[in-house]
Every structure is written in structure tokens, then in C-alpha cells.
């Protein structure tokens, strides 16, 4: 593996000992942090007064208790101080100290080998989304994977999925408490002054027995009191539910609305988005639940430009003469859904000589062999008919940049509305020649009749035309390209291969053994270790391991090196000089290198080398 295509692990990097990752969606964990005798679960909530789960370290007693989450002393600062003065600061209080937490301001040094980072300044960075989404981007990129941030006084009922989402680990109840004394009433929609309310939304303890105008009756201790617990308890209902969230990993489609509240909130998202490279290496390959698209933000989804890169950068498509764009159907796969039954039926084997591309919002173009590829058989949207200028741009891109790429003798679109209208778009803006095949009504006996004739007054005896048999070797190759990267797929799939079982789901067999199956629930390929061994001579998504035989898992600890481009859920090979290996991986290459808990790769077939 070269060094441009790997991580490699960092041995001076400290090891942290109190905190794993065992969940991830996106950049938001689920994971554990060991606290005394107990084990405290993350995303978490703290109690600054009364919970014990981190303590300070005096400046002038540096005893600790072992085993015990301690902060280094600090000096609080705003955000606006100078970047001097940050050092200066430090350099006050820089004591020696076996604590295992230390506060970190978002402009100044980030030490290494913590466990616990505490983001100083968090209360500055609400309202603020420039600086919010770079500190926390900053942070959690020269943090270890496996060290927790805690972002104190900035957390309420409804930002907090939004801290998750964005790589916090714990927060605690400062603002509810300080806002209770404000008279603010905690809801999943921003807070309200108690005095404007008409009725209490909420059925908590605090709230069943009481009408805004009793709480306001009440002395002012008191009513803070009440209003406390309450604003504690919709901080709570909401941690429940986020984590929930993670674990079913929709948490992006609940962000997207959940972050309406409040503007500040909307434009974090959209910086995140920005920063791409961020979100993309901690976002899974393959989802097991739909992708909802119902935003204007959903277009700069990871899955969603992931995809429409790998379209055009590392997708193969088949040798023909004849391109057939079609429009997108609600049903998915496409080839499932009676608009696209009709056609193929209509069209029968002059489908051979064809290669078919799916128009669609979100994702741009779908090609054919990648209808079961994950996002392209996992989205669902809203259809109402009309498109966004925006998905318009996108899909219009998307199309134009594949014509440039990839060029084709006749070009037939057999859509209607605003499917015709990007089409013309392209092809004014590319000068190339598109034929309009459909009326108002695509299946209309009339427009699939001028389909027919027009595919056919387009072959000529030296049209390309395919088999059956080649029509499977082509889908397994583009699934393959678009899986390891350009050139997989003739690795995997080579000359001579048979193919096996009905789609979807084909097994591709080479001299008598199986390589790869193709996984319908994902449209991608599971490899068998002759398929692995062939892909792995690429030099991509390898791991190498310590000298050790693993039996069934990889832990972190136990990798030396891995490709930076693995992603969660990507198949990956697997070796040292005793075994090689393929699985799924867990994490990402790079969390790989630089954690030191948590599991890396999930096996499926290992093999002694030379047995």
C-alpha cells in the first residue's frame, strides 16, 4: 500500500483510557466513557453540581484520584481574546498533572493524548455559525477519534441534536438552568417567556399541575425552580431521542428540519455541508434505512455527492453506440416499477443495444447497473411535480458532466416536463444532439411506439449489441468500478467469468471458484477471498494488521496501517504475514490508525498466507 493512499499510526500520539466509540452516524457517536466504577453512556447530559463524572485539578493540589476524569486548571476566556493572550494564559498554568481532561479554547493549541477535551468559549459559539462549525471541525480534527468533547453552557432542548450531529459528546443543563431564571420555557421549538404563553405544551411533573399564570403567581425561586426541572426534562426527552436517532442513523433527516428553529442552526448545517471532506470520512458507505430528501440542504448530502462522484469519476459504463435517458420512478429499483416494466417490455431485446441512464433528484444520474447501488434504491422525496432551481443546476451538472466524459453516436430521451426541459438545457449547453421520443404521457402507446422506431432506425449493422450473459457481466463490473475504484471491475469480473443465480443476485464464478456476491439489500459486492485477492492487487481499501491471527473481529489496537479511503461499511482486505483477510470495516481508515478502542473490521473469510 503506498504511503499517498494510507494512514499511518502515529506512536507518539498519547493513548487515552477512558472513552470508546461503539456507534456512529455521520460525525455523532454513541459511546462510553469509564468514570469510577461506573460506565457513563455518550451523548450525555451533565449535572455541573451535582453529577461527579469530571472534576477540576486546583493548580495547587495536583493529587487526582486514580482511575477519575480530571481537567487540567484553566483560565476561562471569551472567544474574542486574543491568540497571545491564549498562550500566555496557558503558560501560567502549565503544571504537571496526571489529568486525564483538559480545556481547550477554539483558537488556541489542542494537546494531544486526552481523553476528555472541553471546548472553552461554547456559550460564545451559539449564534455564531461561522465559528461554531470551525471550532468543532478544528477540534475533532486534531483530537484522537476516541477522546469525548464536551461543549459546557451552550445546550438546550432544541439545539441539541445539532451538538451531536456535530461531534459533541457531552453537554450539560447551564442554560436550562440560567434560562429558567430568565423565566424561559424550554420547548422542541425555542424557548418562550413564561408570561406569553397561554398554555404549558408540556405534561412533565413540572408542568401538569400548573398554568403559565399559576407558575407566574408563584415566588421567584420557586417558579425558577419548576422551570428548571422542566427545561431539564425536554433536554432530556430530546438526548433520548437523538440517540435513538444514531442508532437508526437518521439523524441528518431529522437535523434538517429540527435546525429551522433557529437561523444560526440552519446556516451550522450548511457550513457543515461546506466542509465536506468532514462529514464525508465519518458518514457509512451503506445505510440500512431510506435516505429522505425533502430539503434544499438534502442536495450537499455525503451520500448524495458521494454518489454523483463516483458516477463520474470512477464508473465504467458499457460499450454502446445508443444512450436512453429515462425519468426516475417513485417505485425503487427502477426496473421494478410499472413505468419502467412497460418500457423494457415494450423495448425487449433491443435493450442489448442499449445503455440506459436514469434521471433523478437527488442524486443526478443513476446508470442502470447502478439502479440497487446504495443511495440509488434507498432515497425517497417529495413529488409534487415541480423542481427546485437548485436541483435543476445539480442534475443538469451531473448529466452534462457525463456526456463530456463519456460520449455516445445517438442520444435518446424518453422523458416529459421538466425531465425534457434539463435535457434541452444539456444539450444546448454541450451543442450535442438529444431525440425526444415521448408526448406529454411517456407511456402512452404513441410515445413508446416513437421510442421503438427511433432505437431502431438508430442500429445499424455495426451497432454494439450485447448478450444476455454480457448484460450481467457489465452490471457486476460497474458495481465493482464503483465499489474499489476504476479497473476493479475487469479484476473481479474477467474474461471467461461465469455468472450465476437470478438478479439480484448474480455470483461471479472464475475457473471454478466464487469471487463476489452481490448483495441486493445494498447493491454492492461481498467478496470471497479469491475475489479479495484479486481486487486487493489494486493496493485499495487495505488494512494491515498486527502479527497476529484474528478469529472473527479486529480491534483498532490491532491495526498498523490502513487505506485513508475506507469508509464504515466498506469491504476491505486484510493481512500481515501470517493471514490475509477480507471483511467489512466498521470505522474509517484513518479512525482505524488513530483510535485505540472500538471494533475496526467485522471478518467474514480469513486464510493462512501460503495455505
Known sequence: MSKDNSTTRDMNVSKTRYFEVTKRDGSARIG????????VPTPCIIDVVKDSVISSCSIWNENVQQNNLTILPHIPLPLDVPVEFITICKQLLDVSSPATGVVIHPKGD?????????????????????????????????????????????ATSYNLALLIFSGIDMVDYTRATI????????????????QNLKELPCRCPACCNHTPASL????????????????????????????QLINEGHLRDYMEGACRVEAWQTASLQH?????????????????????????????????????????????????DILLLLPCSARKPYSTSMSHQRISYHLGKLRRSLHEVIITSPLGIVPRELELTYPAAHYDIPVTGHWSSD???????????????????????HVSGAYREICEEVASKLSCEIIFTAQDNILSKISLDNLKEHIQSSITSTTRSVSAVDVKK????????????????????????????????????????QLATLIPQYGTLALTLHGARRVAALNRYTVIIDEFIPTGSILAAGVVDADKNIREGDEVFVQNTQVFAVGRAQMSGEEMIKSRRGLAIDLRHTAKVGG
Open 391 to 413: 436541483e435543476r443546476t445539480f442534475v443538469e451538472e451531473c448529466l452534462s458532466r457525463y456526456l463530456t466524459k463519456h460520449s455516445y453516436k445517438t442520444i435518446i430521451a
Open 474 to 513: 457489465e452490471l457486476m463490473r460497474a458495481i465493482a468500478d464503483y465499489q474499489f475504484g476504476e479497473s476493479a471491475g475487469m479484476k473481479l469480473v474477467p474474461d471467461g467469468s461465469i455468472i450465476k443465480s437470478h438478479y439480484p443476485k448474480h455470483q461471479v464464478y472464475y475457473d471454478n471458484k
Open 272 to 320: 457543515f455541508d461546506l466542509q465536506y471532506a468532514y462529514l464525508e470520512k465519518r458518514t457509512p458507505v451503506v445505510r440500512h434505512v431510506l435516505l429522505y430528501a425533502c430539503t434544499a440542504e438534502s442536495l450537499d448530502r455525503v451520500e448524495v455527492q458521494r454518489f454523483a462522484q463516483r458516477v463520474q469519476n470512477r464508473y465504467t459504463p458499457p460499450e454502446r
Open 216 to 243: 407566574l403567581q408563584l415566588p421567584g425561586k420557586e417558579r425558577a425552580r419548576l422551570l428548571e426541572q422542566h427545561n431539564r426534562t425536554m433536554m432530556d426527552q430530546e438526548l433520548i431521542l437523538v440517540k
Open 32 to 39: 462510553k466513557l469509564r468514570q469510577l466504577e461506573k460506565i
Open 110 to 154: 489542542i494537546p494531544e493524548g486526552f481523553d476528555v477535551y472541553v471546548l472553552g468559549a461554547s456559550a460564545d459559539l451559539a449564534n455564531n455559525p461561522r465559528a461554531f462549525t470551525a471550532a468543532i471541525i478544528r477540534t475533532r480534527e486534531h483530537i484522537t477519534p476516541d477522546s469525548a468533547l464536551y461543549a459546557p453552557a451552550i
Open 179 to 194: 434560562d429558567a431564571y430568565k423565566g424561559l420555557y424550554f420547548t422542541k421549538v425555542g424557548s418562550r417567556l413564561l
